[in-house]
């Protein structure tokens, strides 16, 4: 079976605030292939987070395209990118993001019912990756009693849920101590192994960049490989 591809070719991006106009992307071509691990760094405001986010088909590029496997993304209606996303892309940031009200559980399995997966079948995934990443023993409990470290993880799970094809993650590592940001970094090398997905970081951590087997830097809006 032939690797899936996730490519961004000839993408700007600029923002106008009245008379002025701010480039934050020039030109920038890549091709990321499923099973690889990429790193993106760069000084604040270089546009990594808006580099992701185009990436994950959340934020629209001002000119270019958006390739998985060949079919441009922003092609797509609103509907269809959605199940675009939900399938084949996960999603993980700085902050976890997650729902106050629900569980750790029910957190990680909303992916799948968005997708239409059977509720017990969902919960039965989850718990395997909550084994996995050593938090089973909170599954039951909410978001506001765990630690910054135990949050990122069920966010990590809740990424992970529909085995997607690219992680993309902004800053995954961005607001955790030390030793925390490393374990996180060694769970999505571990998650890369065991699933063969492509992860795509942006990083000021120089741990996780070097952890990955690609490092390219966004400097003046041009990428560059380190």
Not at 123 to 149: N, R, T, V, W, Y
Not at 153 to 166: D, E, I, M, Q, S
């Amino acid at each position: 079976m032939s690797l899936a591809e996730l490519s961004m070719g000839s993408i700007q991006k600029f923002f106008i605030h009245g008379s002025i106009k701010t480039t934050v992307l020039r030109d920038i071509t890549i091709q990321f292939i499923q099973g690889n691990t990429y790193a993106l760094t760069g000084v604040s405001g270089t546009g990594k987070s808006t580099c992701i986010h185009i990436l994950a088909g959340i934020e629209t590029p001002s000119s270019g395209e958006v390739c998985f496997n060949k079919k441009n993304i922003f092609s797509y209606s609103p509907s269809r990118r959605t199940q675009f996303l939900s399938r084949s892309i996960g999603l993980l940031f700085q902050q976890p993001y997650l729902i106050s009200e629900l569980s750790v559980i029910e957190n990680i399995i909303v992916p799948g019912l968005v997708i239409g997966k059977d509720k017990r079948w969902c919960i039965e995934e989850a718990l395997q990756l909550l084994c996995l990443f050593g938090l089973d023993h909170k599954m039951h409990s909410k978001p506001s009693s765990l630690s910054g470290g135990q949050q990122q993880r069920v966010a990590l799970a809740r990424a992970l849920f529909n085995k997607p094809t690219f992680l993309l993650a902004d800053e995954p590592t961005g607001s955790l101590d030390c030793k925390t940001a490393k374990e996180i970094v060694n769970l999505l090398l571990v998650c890369r192994e065991q699933w063969g997905m492509g992860i795509i970081v942006s990083t000021h951590d120089a741990y996780l960049a070097r952890a990955m087997d690609m490092q390219y830097e966004i400097h003046d809006g041009v990428l560059r490989v380190v």
